[in-house]
């Protein structure tokens, strides 16, 4: 079956605790009776997404738009699946991939090529497909016998680049991308473009949520504009980007 991505009517809630309700010394406080207030904990919620409809099929390549808060990492961790909506329904069909949380699960302990195996497992490889993967991110990597340590001594511009190797390693039937990546310093940055645009044009669907209109211009043949958690438009690129950039 072709890929495709569909979303009913999906919302996500935060539920999000006063600062000033939570941590121990506030407890404290309340318990002593020192806090005048007294107050118990209080919950808001945030919206960050509300009343989703979007059905993506097979060659969409579609960026998303919007200010900061907009909405569209939320968005796109729904799509990976590490935010099950508050209400509505998401159904995805095919492989994906998601250059947002690249550390996500990443065990401080377990070596570089433990990290590379287990992401390919994860991916839905086999472990002799998983292992495959290791030749072709040591490369990219230029980690070399650093693989061998956990990944607990490696700096952040090293794990950033074992992390971003791995999840570009793997071609997946649809790519959720959250501004470029940046990984590493600026000799690896270069590599790093490269090695994106070339995935980026074998995946089957493409979800990107950048500021960049150049960006956009390039990689999408849509947009969706999201405002304040909700999807205000969906058109050509450069029809939402001049929305996007009107006057309020
Ligand atoms: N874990 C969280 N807990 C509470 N609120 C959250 C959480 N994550 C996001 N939000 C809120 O949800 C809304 C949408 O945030 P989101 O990160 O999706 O926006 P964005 O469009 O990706 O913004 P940016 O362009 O700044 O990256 C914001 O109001 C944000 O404060």
């Known amino acids: 079956?072709?890929?495709?991505?569909?979303?009913?009517?999906?919302?996500?809630?935060?539920?999000?605790?006063?600062?000033?309700?939570?941590?121990?010394?506030?407890?404290?406080?309340?318990?002593?009776?020192?806090?005048?207030?007294?107050?118990?904990?209080?919950?808001?919620t945030v919206s960050a997404l509300r009343h989703v409809n979007l059905e993506l099929t097979s060659g969409s390549r579609v960026g998303l738009i919007g200010h900061n808060g907009a909405g569209k990492s939320t968005l796109l961790r729904v799509l990976s699946g590490v935010y099950e909506p508050t209400h509505g329904q998401l159904q995805v069909q095919g492989s994906v991939s998601a250059l947002t949380d690249l550390m996500l699960g990443m065990d401080p302990e377990a070596s570089g090529l433990d990290f590379i195996v287990t992401r390919g497992i994860v991916m839905g490889m086999s472990r002799r497909e998983a292992q495959a993967l290791i030749a072709d991110v040591r490369e990219f990597t230029e980690l070399s016998d650093r693989l061998y340590m956990p990944v607990r001594t490696y700096s952040t511009g090293m794990l950033l680049r074992l992390a971003f190797a791995v999840a570009t390693a793997i071609s997946p039937d649809i790519l959720l991308m959250d501004e470029v990546v940046g990984a590493g310093d600026a000799r690896f940055q270069a590599k790093a473009q490269c090695r994106l645009q070339q995935l980026m044009s074998r995946v089957n669907i493409l979800v990107l949520a950048s500021h960049n209109d150049e960006l956009l211009r390039r990689f999408c043949t849509e947009a969706l504009l999201l405002r304040n958690g909700e999807l205000v438009h969906r058109g050509p690129v450069d029809d939402c980007l001049a929305l996007y950039h009107a006057p309020a």
Do not use: C, H, W, Y
């Open 1 to 44: 079956m072709a890929p495709f991505i569909r979303l009913t009517d999906v919302a996500i809630d935060f539920p999000v605790f006063d600062a000033q309700s939570v941590g121990l010394i506030n407890a404290l406080f309340r318990f002593e009776g020192l806090r005048k207030s007294g107050a118990p904990a209080r919950a808001r």
